[in-house]
């Protein structure tokens, strides 16, 4: 029999840029764990075929588009996920954009905003309605909720050439340490997690450089790049009752590359 803590049926978990990548791997292993599974993107086709390869696992999924970076785009789309699933559980602020590598005495002021724009304040749009909703909830009888960010290894270790991106993602930290304190009274944890070097859409380009490949894959102890799949037992661990005295966390999942 499997541990029952990690049985999610009955919850319901939103996750923005849950379309691929780590958002992906997140959201199969909790539809597999029986959670119901919101994701938002912004391509329609990735959301299409996410929800294809969804399909069949949980006991729902749905998708929708929004760009995280537009506060009504936001309210408009949490207001769909209640009325598609009745509830929101559990949050999980993925979405975020990369930088251009631009050095950062000659970073524009567009390149900036670019990334705070999704990085930061989508963050900020998407985890405020969520914890209205869940605040809500408990006043009403019914405590209970997670709120995650997907931060970075940069939010510690720094980004030489992408200080714009290591600030938003140092940044969701502290915002999830001051959220597990304030909403704790609510039966809300907070937490972020810590990517290390992993393959997405956002990477691509990088992995595919045979300089950055010969140099960084040999300080990788596991000899290999995270992907998607890597992220999906966090995510039901943070979803589960068995969490439930776990909160304010900086799961760091790299791989062992930042004791190396």
Not at 110 to 125: A, L, M, P, R
Not at 147 to 158: E, N
Request: proline share 2%; charged share 20%.
């Amino acid at each position: 029999m499997a541990f029952a803590p990690f049985d999610l049926t009955g919850r319901v978990a939103l996750i923005t840029g849950g379309n691929s990548g780590i958002g992906l791997g997140m959201a199969r292993g909790l539809a597999q764990s029986g959670a119901e599974v919101c994701i938002w993107g912004t391509n329609p086709e990735k959301n299409a075929r996410a929800l294809e390869a969804l399909s069949g696992i949980g006991p729902k999924v749905t998708e929708l588009i929004c760009d995280v970076s537009n506060e009504q785009a936001v309210e408009s789309a949490f207001a769909q996920t209640l009325e598609a699933h009745g509830r929101v559980d559990g949050c999980f602020a993925n979405a975020g954009v990369g930088g251009r590598g631009t050095q950062f005495d000659q970073m524009t002021i567009e390149e900036w905003n670019k990334i705070i724009s999704v990085n930061q304040t989508g963050v900020f749009y998407t985890l405020r309605a969520a914890a209205r909703h869940m605040r809500e909830r408990a006043n009403a009888g019914d405590a209970f909720g997670r709120l995650v960010g997907t931060s970075s290894l940069a939010a510690v270790s720094g980004q030489a050439r992408g200080e714009h991106y290591a600030y938003t993602k140092g940044g969701m930290i502290a915002m999830a340490k001051a959220l597990a304190v304030e909403y704790a009274r609510y039966g809300v944890t907070a937490h972020t997690i810590l990517p290390g070097w992993t393959e997405t859409d956002m990477t691509e380009d990088t992995f595919a450089n045979k300089r950055f490949h010969d140099n960084v894959m040999p300080r990788m102890p596991m000899r290999r790049w995270g992907n998607g799949d890597d992220f999906a037992g966090i995510a039901i661990y943070i979803m589960s009752e068995a969490s439930s005295f776990h909160t304010s966390e900086t799961f760091l999942i790299d791989g062992g590359y930042s004791v190396f």
